[in-house]
């Protein structure tokens, strides 16, 4: 790990402000993905801004119904928050499937849709990555590609994107609030928030220098039945090959998003239209476009198991 210097932000702008000043620093929260990738020198931040002591770890009510998550409530917090498990349980399944309960307690909402990829080539610095160092090339494309996307890649990168969290957020159309170096503040839906690779897979969010994270927005309530099934090759602690968070309504209608299978949450509100018409249908417009490679076209056969799975436990209410 390389030397760097450190602060302690007392307010969101400061801590903003900060970072923009320094090209090359980094918040810092949980710091469970961050300090393992700062070990391996793939980040390698000349600065840190603490932004622990900002408050931003409150769930609160909204006025319109919904829940506001600051972005440092931790997972597990967030997970067991009665509110959550009651009314947006996709989210609180999702959560409960990522990671180990050690990580769960440390890691932050904020944290968690900032994950950086999986990708083995990705962490290995001897590899070439356009994710790490843009233009050197993509190692993954011809290498050993199992766990890597199957649709929305480019011939840049074909990394998925890792969390369970966001694509129960996705699903569930939450805003991301934050707070930028000059003291101003945006919303931004999460549909917008997370980027296919196309040329630029090192620009994976909408974020600009400097932009922190100050909470993630819930609408209303959707009703209806939540699921999340998550498929991975061993029980604990394995990210998934694919993943399904499904929202259904007693008439059959409803929401789904998939996790593992491409560069952010995957989600075709188009698709859902065809829910009444069963599982296959859906999987045909969700999946369309799909371009697995011979490693990873199981993958294909894969979601759509798990999608019919989900949409038979929904009926079962």
Known sequence: M????????????????AVARAPGAKFIAGGTNLLDLMKLEIETPVHLVDVNGLGLDKIEGTPDGGLRIGALARNTDLASDMRVRRDYAVLSRALLAGASAQLRNKATTAGNLLQRTRCPYFYDTNQACNKRRPGSGCSAVGGFSRQHAIIGASAACIATFPSDMAVAMRLLDASVETVRPDGSTRVIPIADFHHLPGNTPHIENALVAGELITAVTLPRPLGGTHLYRKVRDRTSYAFALVSVAAVIQPDGRGRVALGGVAHKPWRVEAAEAALPQGAAAV???????????????FKITLAKRTLAAVLAEAKKG
């Open 2 to 17: 390389r030397a760097f210097t450190y602060q302690r932000a007392s307010s969101a702008a400061e801590a903003a402000a």
């Open 283 to 297: 999987s045909a417009r969700l999946l369309a476009g799909a371009a697995p490679t011979h490693e990873n076209e």
